[in-house]
């Protein structure tokens, strides 16, 4: 559930927002929840000191309270071992601090790095889902008219006659994630992104035999060899042999979060 669908659907809210983290602590500075009557979105870190905090948030919604801060020792006393200390300030939101929280979380998300996978395969598919819940804006394209299943909330999805063409449409810092169902498109794709190294992922389903034959491929027309150094094939790299879908997907977003947000 995004942040606006939570507002708009929870008209008694408040949020608590970590303003200071000292040492060791669960969450960092800005991280924040917002707590409903019966239930809450997102996490400061959880364990007794966020339910400190939503015991307090339902006591102000309780006592219609505006504002309140706590300051927390992450120590024996609360049953938690971290060491460090955190403030949490609390805010019953009115409408204009909705708004301003919905115009955050906007500018942030504009901010997040930009992932396309290219073919909406059972791979594509499991790799969409499992990025969908982290910080990245994800756009899947295919070319074929039907696709191998749903695509996940929050995803875009493009159907396009050149998909090869999308790579202009990538933001700098983005990543390119190519798994077609047709290894000569997936060539097409993958040349026009090692062809801008502002890009800081472009990866290809497949193996080595199709890494040499990429290879050739290049020189032949006469694009820089030198540029498939910078090509993750295969991706996910090879400490897990299953080739399930999901797994695949799962190991493919932990290199993308190393290399997007490490």
């Known amino acids: 559930m995004s942040v606006d669908h939570f507002l708009s659907t929870h008209p008694a809210l408040v949020l608590v927002k970590v303003t200071d983290a000292k040492g060791s602590t669960p969450r960092e500075t800005g991280a924040f929840m917002l707590v409903a009557p019966v239930t809450v979105y997102a996490t400061i870190g959880g364990g007794h000191m966020e339910f400190l905090a939503i015991e307090k948030a339902r006591a102000m919604l309780a006592a219609d309270e505006a504002s309140a801060t706590l300051d927390i020792p992450l120590g024996p006393e609360i049953g938690q071992c971290c060491g460090g200390r955190v403030v949490l300030t609390l805010t019953n939101l009115d409408a204009q601090a909705r708004a301003d929280l919905l115009a955050r979380e906007e500018a942030a998300r504009e901010r997040r790095p930009e992932i396309h996978i290219y ?98 491929w290049l020189i032949r027309e006469h694009a820089d060899a030198a540029d498939l150094e910078r090509l993750v094939l295969p991706i996910g790299g090879s400490a897990v042999k299953d080739k399930r879908p999901p797994v695949i997907a799962a190991m493919v977003a932990a290199e993308l979060l190393a290399t997007l947000l490490g």
């Open 119 to 216: 073919g909406a395969g059972h791979v594509g598919l499991a790799l969409a889902a499992a990025l969908a819940p982290l910080p990245f804006n994800v756009t899947l394209i295919d070319t074929r008219a039907d696709i191998d299943g749903h695509v996940p909330e929050g995803i875009v999805f493009r159907r396009v006659a050149m998909p090869e063409a999308e790579i202009a449409r990538l933001p700098e810092g983005g990543a390119a994630v190519i798994l077609t169902h047709d290894h000569a498109l997936d060539f097409l794709i993958a040349r026009q992104a090692l062809a801008r190294p502002d890009l800081r992922y472009v990866g290809m389903i497949g193996s080595a035999t199709k890494r040499a034959t990429f290879s050739r």
